[in-house]
């Protein structure tokens, strides 16, 4: 019988952890000053033409050293924000983060976990933040609910379970081909583009999506609303939410 050559095990793990360490604490000193410095930098600026040539090359076949890559990132990436993080960014609304969170966010990617279940502490802090928003916000403790990635996600999944629930048939086995009703849904004039890209993502079409115009201090007119609504359930459409 032939000799079997021992298994190699494949890993991902550096050769050596010591200068894995000395370069992390480096990011982190480094990541430390860049955010409390931010106000001694620009908002924005713009990017030199090599530098925005550096990112329109083809996809590299060799790694590199991690030292040489986050070299060229202080170089080439950290100078060119959004701005977002400066407290002069007036250009949109926009979260800036804090470093707390960005420390909370290292220790999440550290950990890995997978929140769609099994018995770990990331998924009893998951449920446990969702019970304090909503005791927060005066929900039944018997009612559910999920973190998601931003207000995208949340508008698509909460119109979706308004459209569920309103559809009048058993939209998640049947469909929405299986509507007798076509739905109509109301926001304000002034709603962010995401409401349209849910119902769009819904299967309903834009036009199920209603402006309701607004005063000049951005309020929705309610008697617009109940017009629209009257007139909706007049032409048999289905006013869901
Ligand atoms: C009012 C409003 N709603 C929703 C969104 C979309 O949120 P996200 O980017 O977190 O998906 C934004 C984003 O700018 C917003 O300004």
Redesign the pocket.
Known sequence: MKDVPPLREETLDPADWEPLRALASRIVADAVDYTRDVRERPVWRDMPPDTRARFQTPAPRNGRPLAEVYDDLVTHMLPYPMGNTHPRFWMW??GAGNFTGALGDFLAAILGSNLGGGDHAAAEIDKQVVGWLKEMLGYPSQASGTLVS????A?LIGLTVARNQMAGIDMRELGVGALRTPMRFYGSDQM?S?HQIAVEAMGLGNRALRRVPTDAACRMNVAALRMMVAEDRSAGLGPAC
Do not use: V
Request: some cysteine.
């Open positions: 609304y926009m931003g207000g995208s996600m508008n962010h995401c």
